[in-house]
């Protein structure tokens, strides 16, 4: 039965997810140098038609398609066939499945998008798009079907993930781990200073994904309801704690708090309540928060000193938050705040918190392998990297004959 | 004919500029350069990795004068550019074989 108040909630949040995109490519954008910046937005931008045409003919079906053995969709809804008005029987029933369809369309969108800051500034445009369609058939799909498609393995055993911090933070950290080891570091790493060129560029994408992350955590209760509520709150205070913990650590460490620490603490604690932020209360999702900051600080600190060129901290503030979030849920989930959820450690559930943490396993592992492998064979195949003649011209240049600022 | 060549500390040039006017010296040229001499570079830090920036922005002024002027000219901007910490800069003075006026075509002192 169709709720007009469901079904226009959920087409603003996908509306705002959307907007996520090209934030994410600003806040990527700021970071690089300004000979790469189009070469970066570029990147994230593009994934709008890429995904979104790859979603309409066999993601969906793959994601949310009728179940085969747990493990993937079959491909009976291949091209939107029978996805119309009618609600679904098995997800978000109050909502034209077509409203819940392109709602998830926008995740997957964004999922490739973030691996793209751990290659920043060396990889070349074709393969890129060859990489995020495959990876997108091979790793996204089926880990979404796994956790959020009905008779998914990972949600049988009950594994829970409200918004993505399994399907959408921890894929994309998984592959940025492996994109970086396959890669390698940009060249003059470590001896010459690659400094971000524009830095209000980065906080103007950081307040559009904040911003889109309503829709993101909040749209995944998929009704106007309560929970959407209490996911609206989570997001909002896991922010804001991740801010300000990173900016306070940062600054006892480092003796200066600064505007880029701010914005990635911000986005920490964004990515690590996301899988938790139906399923807790509000005190829980700002302690969510604080963890978020101070672990990845940690986590990008330990990248500087192991010499890992994870260039833009995918792994660092997703993979890490995807993580920690998930983890996190299996410690503060509450079913007093959501029936439909679990109870987690703190409620006396300790089997919850090794399910969680069985999760984050599975799809850690199954993500970071199927992505070194797509990306060796891209790589043999057609290559990755650009020329290091190119590499030093810029992205920009060698990769779109256009430059940034004239 | 000298040129006269100050490289100074970017919030001294209004005291520069406005000290050779009182001079009668009422042109020169004027670049935004980068550099380091003595003084250290200063430290930048992005999340968490530390970048050491060797080059300082510095303002390079160039001017043209008569031989009889410049130690008179040179002591002038020493002193106004002059805050007694490193890096305050150095003045290079270079022999200047001929000058043009493009407009005219004047040559030599009636030039500068």
């Known amino acids: 039965m169709i709720q007009a108040g469901d079904t226009a909630f959920v087409l603003a949040s996908a509306g705002l997810v959307l907007l996520m995109t090209p934030g994410l490519a600003l806040f990527y954008a700021g970071m690089v140098r300004s000979k790469n910046v189009l070469g970066t937005i570029m990147q994230s931008l593009i994934m709008i038609s890429v995904i979104s045409i790859e979603w309409v003919i066999i993601g969906y079906s793959m994601s949310f398609g009728p179940d085969v053995n747990g493990l993937v969709g079959d491909l009976s809804w291949f091209a939107l066939n029978s996805v119309g008005q009618a609600?679904?029987?098995?997800?978000?029933t109050t909502i034209p499945q077509n409203v819940f369809m392109i709602y998830q369309c926008m995740f997957a969108i964004i999922t490739p998008a973030l691996i793209t800051g751990a290659f920043a500034e060396r990889m070349r445009f074709a393969p890129f798009i060859l990489f995020s369609l495959l990876w997108t058939i091979l790793v996204y799909n089926p880990v979404c079907h796994w956790i959020w498609g009905t008779g998914?393995?990972?949600?049988?055993?009950?594994?829970?993930?409200?918004?993505?911090?399994l399907v959408v933070h921890l894929t994309s950290g998984a592959a940025a781990l492996a994109a970086v080891l396959v890669l390698g570091p940009r060249k003059g790493f470590g001896k010459q200073n690659f400094m971000p060129h524009n830095l209000p560029m980065t906080v103007l994408g950081t307040g559009l994904l904040w911003f889109g992350w309503f829709g993101f955590n909040g749209g995944s209760a998929l009704a106007a309801n309560g929970i959407a509520a209490t996911a609206f709150v989570s997001?909002?205070?896991?922010?804001?704690?991740?801010?300000?913990?990173?900016?306070?650590?940062?600054?006892?460490?480092?003796?200066?708090?600064?505007?880029?620490?701010?914005?990635?603490?911000a986005i920490a604690g964004l990515a690590t309540v996301t899988p938790a932020a139906g399923f807790v209360s509000p005190m829980s999702a700002i302690v969510i928060g604080l963890l978020a900051g101070i672990i990845c600080y940690t986590a990008v600190t330990f990248k500087n000193i192991v010499g890992l060129d994870d260039s833009l901290d995918v792994v660092g503030i997703h993979g890490v938050g995807g993580v920690v979030g998930t983890i996190c849920l299996g410690i503060f989930a509450s079913r007093a705040v959501n029936p439909g959820g679990s109870d987690g450690l703190l409620a006396g559930n300790t089997a919850f918190l090794g399910t969680q943490i069985f999760g984050v396993l599975v799809v850690g592992v199954y993500a970071f392998v199927l992505s070194w492998i797509?990306?060796?064979?891209?790589?043999?195949?057609?290559?990755?990297?650009?020329s290091q003649e190119n590499e030093v011209t810029g992205l920009d240049l060698s990769e779109h004959s256009e430059t940034a600022y004239n | 004919m000298k040129k006269i060549e100050a490289i100074i500390k970017p919030f001294k040039l209004d005291d520069v500029k406005e000290a050779l006017n009182d001079k009668g010296i009422k042109g020169m040229t004027l670049s935004e350069v980068k550099g380091y001499g003595r003084q250290k570079g200063h430290k930048e830090i992005y999340r968490g990795a530390e970048y050491i920036v060797d080059f300082?922005?510095?303002?390079?002024?160039?001017?043209?004068?008569?031989a009889s002027q410049v130690d008179e000219v040179v002591e002038c901007i020493r002193q106004a550019a002059l805050t007694g910490k490193i890096g305050d800069g150095k003045i290079f003075v270079l022999p200047v074989e001929e000058v043009v006026r493009v407009r005219t075509g004047e040559t030599g002192k009636e030039a500068i």
């Open chain 1, 87 to 92: 609600p679904s029987a098995n997800y978000a």
């Open chain 1, 152 to 165: 998914g393995w990972l949600a049988n055993k009950g594994v829970l993930d409200f918004a993505g911090g």
């Open chain 2, 56 to 66: 300082i922005p510095k303002i390079k002024l160039e001017l043209i004068v008569e």
């Open chain 1, 235 to 265: 997001t909002h205070l896991a922010g804001m704690a991740g801010m300000a913990m990173w900016t306070l650590v940062e600054w006892l460490h480092r003796k200066q708090p600064t505007t880029l620490g701010a914005a990635s603490g």
């Open chain 1, 374 to 386: 797509l990306l060796k064979i891209i790589d043999m195949v057609v290559g990755l990297r650009v």
